[in-house]
Structures are given as C-alpha cells and as structure tokens.
C-alpha cells in the first residue's frame, strides 16, 4: 500500500478549523489516510482520552458569560472552566465561551446535558469541548448552565468574566430594567442564597437550626432556651443571606426589597441565578 502524501495545505486547513498545533493535525491526517473528517474525528478523541486522563484535575479558572434575549424575557449563565489562568484570558477561549452562551440563549434547553448534545458546526458541543482538551493540553469542561424566564430579566458580568448573574423581576421597564442592574451586582457582591426566607432548602434551614443550638448549648445557654435561640440565630441568617432582606449595598438605610418597592409598589424578583468560578 502506498504511502498517503499529506500536503501543507490540508494540514493548514485542519489547524484553522480544529486549533490544534501543525504537528498534530499532521499526525490526525496521517492516522485517518489523508480523510479530513477521519482527521477531526481523531483530534476529538484524542481529546476525549486526554479528558478522562485529567479527570482528577481542577479546572478552578476560567469563564462565565451571562446573556439575556433582545426581548429582555430570557436569560442564560454558562460557565467554560480551564485548569489555567492562562488559557482563561485567550481570547480564543473566551470567543468559544461567548459562542455556547449564544447557542444556549438562542435554543434555551432544558438542562447541561441537552446543551452539551445541541450542534456545534459538524460535531456537537460536548465533542467540542473535548476536542479543545487534546488542543489546549489541559482540562476544559462547560460545567456550568442556568436559565430564567420571566417579565424582565436582567444580567451581569463580574469584571474578567470571574461571575456572572441573570436576575429575573415579575415587571418590564426601562426604570425596572435600570434597578435590575443594581440588584444584579448586589447578587454578586452579598452571595444571598435564596429570594426569600420561602425559597431557602430545608436542608440548610435544619443545619443553621443546628448550628444555632450547638452555639447556645456551648455557651452555656438552658436546654429550653436553645431552640428560641437557634430560631433567632435562623432569623439574621435570612436577613444576611436571602436577597430581598439583605440591606442594599448602595444604601444600607434600606432592604432590597424596600429598594424595589420604591419603583414599583408591586415589583419584585422572581428568581435569579449567580455562577461563579472556584
């Protein structure tokens, strides 16, 4: 059998497309016979082998890209993680980023699962980021995807994508859509952890219920006492960490959900979401 000649510029075309160094699209070419679609095929599994080989690795760093529709009614949050610094500030990098937020807003599935299957040109966007691993050299995962629907939803960037937030409010408007930004960045900056008291999990609700008990009993505090104790315990953890109870970071005089009710007497959040790296 004859030895298949690989030309330069079928390896310059694979680089463009894939992003793989010349040496490995030359590699992929001469494995698959000179078959350019053999060739893609290759470097993604190539890429795939390396994911499971890193699997062990922490991707801490990397992205997150909030986007909202043009109708201001839905919006996204994904998070593109790398091991690296380094990798996360590459603008190609960030560019892949901002094109699986895109796809995620335009086709809104239900899940990261059903985002990872979505098509991304000829090949997937699971196989994609596979195929970036074997490109980058180490652990790429898209491991992060929320979304909301609602009147008006709002987004924020934490500055070098470090954080991004979609908040959404059960009213529209260009003065609505102005206090959405505050309450976006005050999710960023205080980290509240439900809207409200209501939206808080049991489970959380049952260990600062513990913890408040321990605290009291370990202070010496009577055993009847301890649970009217932990409850008042219970009641700052909802002023600190649920968002409408929080006091408003641009004026402490007042709550956040104050704040809101001086837009509109009516107006509130119906949900947000808020992906950090880490």
Known sequence: MSEVTISAADVKRLRDQTGAGMMDCKAALAESNGDFEGAIEYLRKKGQKLSLKRADREAKEGIVIALVSNDQKKGIVIRLSSETDFVAKN???????????????????????????????NITIGDKVSEQVGVIGEKIELADYEKIEAALVVSYIHSGYRAGVIVGFNKSGDAIAEAGK??????????????DKDGVDAAIIEKEIEIGMDIARQEGKPEAMLEKIAQGKLNKFFKESTLLNQDFVKDGSKTVGAYLKEQDADLTVTAFKHVMLG
């Open 91 to 121: 603008q190609d990098f960030i560019d892949l980023g901002k094109a699986f937020a895109q796809i995620a807003l335009d086709t809104f599935p239900p899940n990261l699962e059903a985002l990872l299957a979505l098509p991304y040109g």
């Open 182 to 195: 505050d309450v976006a960045m005050q999710i960023a900056a205080m980290k509240p952890v439900a809207v």
